[in-house]
């Protein structure tokens, strides 16, 4: 499975974003998906995750409410769209994916990582 993120970059505090993950050489269909972060300084930490048919979402608390983890199967891509930015939410974004549809909040439970993107909001 090859993941592919996109869609990062520099936004102003309040700003939104919205990755995207495409997916390749899998059944994109039948995997759940998570986004993690990796902050300078800082360890990788979870931000979202959704199941393959995308009825089931997690979010870290850091997050809730402002962003949203979304999938569209026919097109093998996961979403996150990030809104109301915090200059906290400067990080490396990746996408993972793990081949049993359940999502899962730990990373060890991915067995696909892309090679992320940066996201970085300004003041």
């Known amino acids: 499975v090859q993941l592919v993120e996109s869609g990062g970059g520099l936004v102003q505090a309040g700003g939104s974003l919205r990755l995207s993950c495409a997916a390749s050489?899998?059944?994109?269909?039948?995997?759940?998906m998570g986004w993690f972060r990796q902050a300078p300084g800082k360890e990788r930490e979870f931000v979202s995750a959704?199941?393959?048919?995308?009825?089931?979402?997690y979010y870290a608390d850091s997050v809730k409410g402002r962003f949203t983890i979304s999938r569209e199967n026919i097109k093998s891509t996961v979403y996150l769209q990030m809104n109301s930015l915090k200059l906290d939410d400067t990080a490396v974004y990746y996408c993972a994916a793990r081949t049993s549809g359940v999502p899962l909040t730990t990373e060890g439970a991915y067995a696909y990582w892309g090679q992320g993107t940066q996201v970085t909001v300004s003041s």
């Open positions: 959704i199941s393959w048919s995308g009825g089931t979402t």
């Open positions: 050489r899998g059944t994109f269909s039948s995997y759940a």
